[in-house]
């Protein structure tokens, strides 16, 4: 028997309407359908690897696809791996793609295991040198008329680990059979280029001449993807556009931020949960704010860049947050902060800077990276400065500041 009162809670938590329809479709290791700016370097791979349909087995290809973190090297080769294959097979070609993280699968052993299991190469787990498991990996797909393209993911880990003579069975040992019909094609896929001098030189600049570089996404790009990813993850009405905005914003490489669309990714599916965690259906900017936080140190070293501030940049920070608190604004008029700041003055009993002293302070918070400013649109009346701060979240902050803002009154400033 299950007590009425647990029976209850365990329901009310069961059936409570969820903000996510799908949060799996927000986890690392799913692959979304598409990848919005990612169509050139897609486009790219088809160019290199066609030559499996138009003339299979005419010769070995090799690419190289570096980025940094998050910006889609990993979903890129796979999604183009998992759509050729089906457009091949769909023109009656048998094209494998064999996806092995080099992170997890360090010795050449592991690796060429690895090709083999996925292949599902009839070949015994023990008893057999890498060479006679390679031999048979490739006996298996000329008896089967298959071919493959081997993407070989975090590849600069094995560089280091493995050792010269592993990355050279890897990368070049097939150059050196000689066979009429070429059955593997490589991917490589790096952080950087640095580990390629590892390779023979003859390589390196192939790979060099074949390389398909990703760049940092920028906040528009990052706005899109985000746009597109929680459409698959949250049910309509639950978020909306100035929430993809403010963490495509915090992001953006031309922002300042990585660039990162893990990370972007990470913090949407952070804010729902919190959001959930709150009991609210709809996810608000202080949510994404605290999602920011919790996957950041940011906070810590603005605590640390404003130790140093005067007493009244700490009371124009302060009014800042309490007018974003207020309003849920990414931003706020520099003319209604000021309006704020006199009201702040007024009930600490000190008198409020000139227009021109403020304007300066605020100058300073944002060389400081304290806060963000930037000259409004054509859209309002004028152009006016707008305020904003893209971490948080701001209860913590605000707390922080009036903390902060105390102990310097009693130490004396003014
Ligand atoms: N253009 C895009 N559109 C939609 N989702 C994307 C896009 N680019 C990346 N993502 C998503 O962002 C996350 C990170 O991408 P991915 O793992 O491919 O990055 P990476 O370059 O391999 O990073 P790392 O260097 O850390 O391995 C994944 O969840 C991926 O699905
Ligand atoms: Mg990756």
């Not at 603005?302 to 124009?316: M, V």
Request: glycine residues 6%; neutral net charge; hydrophobic residues 35%.
């Amino acid at each position: 028997m299950v007590s009425e009162d647990v029976w209850k809670i365990i329901e009310e938590e069961v059936e409570k309407p969820s903000i996510f329809k799908s949060k799996e479709s927000l986890t690392p290791e799913y692959l979304p359908d598409t990848l919005p700016h990612r169509e050139k370097e897609l486009k790219e791979l088809a160019s290199y690897f066609k030559h499996l349909v138009t003339s299979p087995g005419s010769f070995s290809q090799r690419v190289l696809i570096v980025g940094g973190v998050g910006t889609g090297k990993t979903a890129t080769a796979r999604i183009f791996g998992r759509d050729f294959t089906r457009y091949a097979s769909s023109k009656g070609y048998k094209i494998r793609y064999v996806h092995v993280n080099c992170h997890s699968n360090r010795t050449l052993y592991n690796v060429v295991s690895d090709i083999a299991r996925q292949l599902d190469a009839p070949i015994p787990s023990r008893g057999l040198s890498v060479r006679e498991m390679f031999d048979a990996l490739l006996n298996y797909l000329d008896e089967t008329d298959q071919y493959a393209i081997i993407a070989l993911d975090e590849f600069h880990y094995f560089a280091s680990l493995a050792g010269r003579d592993a990355v050279y069975f890897i990368a070049r040992s097939y150059d050196a059979i000689d066979v009429p019909v070429k059955r593997l094609n490589y991917i490589f896929i790096s952080q950087d280029t640095a580990k390629l001098s590892l390779l023979d030189p003859s390589l390196e600049n192939y790979l060099l001449r074949h390389m398909i570089k990703l760049e940092p996404y920028s906040s528009t790009q990052l706005f899109d993807i985000l746009r597109y990813r929680a459409s698959k993850a949250f049910y309509e009405g639950t978020y909306d556009d100035s929430v993809l905005k403010f963490i495509a914003e915090y992001e953006g490489y031309d922002k300042g931020g990585g660039g990162n669309a893990r990370h972007a990714i990470e913090i949407l599916m952070l804010s729902g949960v919190i959001a959930e965690n709150e009991g609210s259906r709809r996810i608000n900017l202080d949510h994404v704010r605290k999602a920011i936080m919790k996957t950041s140190r940011e906070i810590v070293s603005i605590s640390e860049a404003i130790n140093y501030s005067s007493l009244h940049e700490l009371l124009i920070l302060l009014s800042i947050v309490r007018i974003l608190r207020r309003t849920g604004k990414p931003y706020v008029k520099i003319g209604d902060v000021e309006k704020e700041y006199e009201i702040v003055c007024e009930s600490l009993n000190t008198q409020p800077r000139k227009h021109t002293q403020v304007y300066e302070y605020i100058i300073n918070l944002k060389k400081a990276g304290v806060i963000e400013a930037r000259l409004s649109g054509k859209g309002m009346r004028g152009r006016t400065t707008l305020v904003g701060i893209n971490y948080g979240p701001l209860d913590l902050l605000e707390q922080y500041l009036i903390d902060l803002v105390k102990k310097k009154m009693a130490l004396g400033a003014q």
